[in-house]
């Protein structure tokens, strides 16, 4: 039978319409730079995917800094104005707390934390002095409603492949009047913020692919996703009444799900689905392969044996009744398998 792919927090499928998108631009032959008219046409795509951006995230053209994906984007907190520290909440994904930096010293002014976790789901609320925050929107553009302009927030940081753009592209939403050193030195592209050529393919397909993003969530598409999730987690708490949903109940992503069976290890769960045609993951997609327990759950204060037992599924658009049927149907059955070689 087919694979069934449910990993969509770590990528996205490319959409149809980033793919079209990004064919279109090969034709394209000017450098978005250049004056002259074939110059003028590629940065005509370029200006185009920086406006689809901001409509879908809610803020302006100019506040839009094309980057290499959210890492990068990440990367201006190390040089935040004001050489305050910056405290990182515990949850947030490794792009922020790479640039984590206690300074006992300092008086803390600037947060960064994650909209919507990516191993969990769960949805945070944003700080008080949101002007001082920023947020890791990865994973909550195009499936939850959010305003940048509304949030207050200083800065956001987004990644084209978790709704369905290329791999390689992302981007750093800046609130207009704050002062940052440039990303990159060079050619003063991407307004003095990012030097270097832009990546006009894959800003080409992020543009396309973030604005039917946009209208699969005015369109409801993820309320029907989320159905799929909730009966998941029956099926999974049917066959183990021991499981551990982490964040059911709270507000999370609509496509997420992140259990726990005590003495199971994720990464073998990982493995035993993989080989049994499923694609799912233990934590976010920048830590697999490392055999540990979960930070993100450690610090929610789960123990160890449910940290390191803990797997996401993470559902999309594509995902159907019979593909969540037969994922509860296999689970089912590795996890009794592994239960009697256990015993």
Known sequence: MSRVYLDWNATAPLRDEAKAAMLAAMDVAGNPSSVHTEGRAAKALVEKARAQVAEAVGCKPQEVIFTSGATE???????????????????????????????????????????????T????????GADRAVIDATQAIGR???????????????SAHK???????????????????????????????????????????????????????????????AQLRDSLEAAVEAAAPDTI??????????????????????????????????????????????????????????????AGSAIRVSLGPYTTEEDIARFADVWTDKRKRHATRAA
């Open 245 to 306: 949903f982490v964040g059911r109940g709270t507000q999370r992503l609509p496509n997420t799900t992140c259990f726990a069976t005590p003495g199971w290890k994720g990464e073998t769960q990982v493995m035993t689905m993989d080989l049994a045609g499923f694609a799912i993951s233990a934590g976010s997609a920048c830590s697999s392969g490392k055999v540990k327990a979960s930070r993100v759950l450690t610090a929610m204060g789960y123990p160890g044996e449910v």
């Open 163 to 225: 709704f369905g753009g290329p791999k390689g592209v992302g981007a750093l939403i800046l609130r207009e009047g704050l002062d940052i050193p440039a990303l990159q030195r060079g050619g003063g592209q991407e307004m003095g913020r990012r030097s270097g050529t832009e990546n006009i393919l894959g800003i080409a397909g992020t543009g396309a692919a973030i604005a039917a993003a946009l209208q699969d969530l005015a369109a409801g598409t993820w309320d029907r996703v």
């Open 121 to 128: 789901g769960i949805v945070s609320d944003l700080p008080e």
């Open 73 to 119: 984007a990440a990367s201006f907190l190390s040089d935040l104005p004001g050489g305050h520290a910056v405290e990182v909440d515990p949850t947030a994904h490794d792009a922020l707390w790479a640039h984590h930096r206690p300074d006992p010293g300092a008086e803390v002014q600037w947060r960064a934390l994650g909209l919507a976790n990516s191993e």
């Open 144 to 158: 939850l409603p959010f305003a940048f302009g509304w949030s207050g927030a200083a800065a956001a940081i987004v």
